[in-house]
């Protein structure tokens, strides 16, 4: 070796296991899991495969995506699993354990071997990564992400499991400050806990170079504001259309799809302002910064996140953002340039958070600033850091 070269150290092999993942059938699945592998595996200093079981039942069940398939470089497995209607809450662990371990089988004996398993989302993904780890003899880091920590730990069975999933692993990773405290508040040891927030990527989420030209080609007239999740309770969409009732003249557009679709609809119906509010559908990720890019505030008032992926990429294409109070939300906007978390889940609050930030003269340029402080160069380094400590403890 020339004198004064660092040793470059060895490259870690991970199995990436998560049913939160996006797949030929489901695109944008999970593409807050993929965007972190992606920017790990850019660092030079891991490689991965990705095990991520879709759930299956005869006659219920959506399109499936192919057994094996590729995406970004990355091999992905896909084994199904039984999700039994009514019975998938408690059973579905033990399902996806089977097939798993049947996959992982499969794949050691044509040739693959890893050094860790990283696991994504504490139920029922953690609890079968646990158990992997344990029967393939491999160290288990976990990753919390939300209603994992907030809400299943109040189930019976799901509660008990992921309790003892927290015990098992090797290291757990909250992906916000609150979120840790969620951990430790379950039985998690304080120091087992590593938070790395999610990233956001500058490159890909930025200003329109014409964002006038834009707002044109989108139909965008007046103020418009915009939010980003799938339709369904938790993200509480509802409050953002009553919110829109009382601010005459603004336009909501929400990308996503799901179940509360219908009930969103007539909402908009009853309180008049169905000629105001959009609800346009999902689109592919690499869209969205035209859409964030174009809209003059983003909202999302949701009653849980753990880390919410959507604000930085708001606010990264110079969008401000305002949310409810929720874990993540003033991690994500911590400066004033970036938005405003409003006191209260209330219509009121947010119509009045949204008119002091369709104000005139928004500095988006400082919005943007503040976006950039979030790459993922922080969070790549950190899981580099932890899972070399991890097997170096082994």
Known sequence: MPSGEAARPRVLRLLTFSTLYPNAARPNHGVFVENRLRHLLASGEAESRVLAPVPWFPGRTPPLPPRREERHGIELRHPRFL????????????????????????????????????????????????????????????????SDTSQLPHLPVAGRLIRAALREADALIAVSAGLRDGLVA??????????????????????????AALRAELGFAGPVILSVGLLIER?????????????????????????????????????????????????????????????DAMVLASSREGWANVLLESMACGTPALATPAWGMTEAIGAPAAGEVVAEATPEAIAAGLRRLLAPGWDRAATRAHAEAFGWEETTQGQLRLFREVLAGR
Not at 186 to 208: C, S
Not at 282 to 293: F, M, Q, S, V
């Open 186 to 211: 379950l039985g998690a040891a304080p120091g087992t806990v590593t938070v790395l927030r999610n990233g956001v990527d500058t490159a890909l989420f930025r200003p329109p170079g014409d964002r």
């Open 83 to 146: 999700a039994v209607p009514g019975l998938g809450l408690a059973s579905n662990p033990f399902a996806l354990y089977a097939a798993a371990r049947a996959e992982l089988r499969r794949m050691m004996r044509e040739g693959f071997d890893f050094d860790l398993l990283d696991g994504h989302y504490l139920y029922p993904d953690g609890v079968a990564a646990a158990w992997l780890a344990r029967e393939f003899g491999k160290p288990v880091v976990l990753t919390a992400r939300g």
């Open 235 to 295: 993200k509480r969409h509802h409050l953002t259309i009553e919110a829109v009732a009382a601010l005459p003249g603004v336009r909501l557009v929400i990308l996503g799809e799901g179940p509360e679709r219908a009930a969103l609809e007539a909402l908009a119906r009853r309180l008049g302002v169905a000629d105001r509010v959009s609800l346009a559908g999902a689109r592919p990720h690499d869209e969205l910064p035209r859409w964030y890019g174009a809209a």
